[in-house]
């Protein structure tokens, strides 16, 4: 009896698991899109051929949230396999 609810325990931890790291990707890849959305209107509106250090700050910053989103997709998504 207490095999099957431990069973059943490790089934539901690892759904929630599962749940988790999607709602984690999901969250992730919002917080992107918003910041190239973000960065493509800035651009449009020639916010930054004014300034050259936001433009850069900018463009850092986007970079850095791909990278780690690309990184998280990785990590997590071929260990779920």
Same mark, same amino acid.
């Given at each position: %009896?207490?095999?099957? $609810? #431990? *069973?059943?325990?490790?089934? %539901?931890? +690892?759904? $929630? ?18 910041? $190239?959305?973000?960065w493509i209107q800035s651009y449009m509106n020639g916010v930054y051929s004014h300034t050259?250090?936001? #433009?850069?700050? =900018? ?9 780690? =989103?690309? +990184?998280?997709?990785? +990590?997590?998504? *071929? *260990?779920? +396999?």
């Amino acid at each position: %009896m207490y095999d099957q $609810l #431990a *069973s059943t325990d490790k089934k %539901m931890s +690892r759904k $929630l698991l599962i749940l988790l790291v999607i709602l984690g990707a999901f969250t992730l890849f919002i917080g992107c899109s918003l910041a $190239l959305i973000q960065w493509i209107q800035s651009y449009m509106n020639g916010v930054y051929s004014h300034t050259t250090t936001e #433009a850069l700050l =900018g463009t850092t910053a986007l970079v850095i949230y791909i990278y780690f =989103g690309i +990184r998280f997709f990785n +990590r997590h998504f *071929s *260990s779920l +396999r």
